[in-house]
């Protein structure tokens, strides 16, 4: 899914708040993300939110996650990254 505006999108169970790409494979209690800045002009963290508590399973220094209400808030440096940056979760 790409995401082109800077403004908040809500999809399935997984808000943004920026321009971005996302893939999304579910598999079980299991998620991964791959996502992009496909405008490389981000300049800041950008914030993706996902309904439900989440845990990384591979340590990522690209990413802070945090839970909060229920809710899973990821910030991800996409911050001159000519690439996805890969995130694997687990359902707690």
Excluded: C, H, R
């Excluded at 893939?23 to 950008?46: F, H, R, V, W, Y």
Aim: glycine fraction near 4%; proline fraction near 2%.
């Amino acid at each position: 899914i790409n995401f082109w505006k800077n403004k908040e999108v809500k999809v399935d169970n997984i808000k943004v708040f920026s321009p971005l790409s996302l893939i999304k494979i579910d598999k079980g209690n299991e998620m991964t993300l791959a996502i992009s800045d496909p405008t490389q002009l981000s300049k800041n963290e950008t914030e993706v939110e996902i309904d439900g508590e989440y845990m990384i399973t591979s340590k990522n220094s690209d990413v802070k996650l945090s839970i909060n209400d229920g809710k899973t808030k990821l910030k991800i440096n996409l911050v001159n990254k000519g690439q996805s940056v890969v995130i694997n979760l687990k359902k707690k």
